[in-house]
């Protein structure tokens, strides 16, 4: 289907300053598409589409990720802000027929991330981060880092994520931590090499 279709689906399913944001995040992840050399089209499709079901009601949310034989764990039953990624993907998968693995887990894990996250859903999670309306305490730092190391970007990301929310005594997924130290891991041997 033409994009036009799906920023008109979305446009649908939420108010004006979510669907400026689903804008914003596709917009950055052409860009981060461009400056990484991912695949534009997914990345724009995925930036549009990753929070189509941030809107709906919550009860609507987990019969959709039922519906798609998900069973959340503990942390996710906790946590209701993790359900509309889980219910973004299903959505995307049965809903709307996409039926490409890559677009569909950028989706899902948007939120948390995970180890060994491929360019796209990489991509997708900074952008996320980065959209133009976003003005939280260093997000020019963050933009600028996304720009430059996409890696180093997603451990800043990360580590206000998971700090913030430890902060607030809130549970912490364990995909997020495991996105951290993955990456982090990765750096480090990298690093390591080039001595």
């Not at 446009?11 to 596709?26: A, P």
């Not at 809107?55 to 959709?64: F, G, S, T």
């Not at 899902?108 to 491929?118: E, F, L």
Request: proline share 1%; glycine share 4%.
């Amino acid at each position: 289907m033409e994009f036009d279709y799906y920023v008109q689906l979305i446009k649908g399913r939420m108010g004006e300053r979510r669907f400026i944001h689903s804008v914003n995040v596709s917009d950055a992840a052409v860009a981060l598409a461009e400056r990484y050399g991912a695949d534009k089209e997914k990345a724009r499709l995925a930036g549009i589409l990753h929070d189509s079901c941030k809107e709906i009601p919550k009860d609507e949310m987990l019969q959709i990720i039922s519906d798609g034989g998900i069973i959340l764990d503990a942390t996710e039953k906790a946590s209701s802000k993790l359900w509309h990624a889980i219910a973004g993907s299903v959505y995307a998968k049965q809903t709307l027929n996409i039926d490409d693995d890559d677009i569909i887990n950028a989706i899902r894990y948007h939120t948390t991330g995970r180890a060994d996250m491929s360019l796209l859903e990489k991509i997708i999670f900074t952008a996320d981060f980065i959209s133009d309306e976003r003005d939280y305490n260093d997000v020019e730092i963050m933009r600028e880092k996304a720009f430059n190391d996409l890696e180093d970007a997603m451990l800043f990301g990360l580590s206000f994520t998971i700090s913030n929310l430890a902060d607030k005594r809130l549970p912490i997924h364990r995909d997020a931590i495991d996105c951290y130290n993955d990456i982090l891991d990765k750096m480090t041997n990298l690093t390591k090499a080039k001595l």
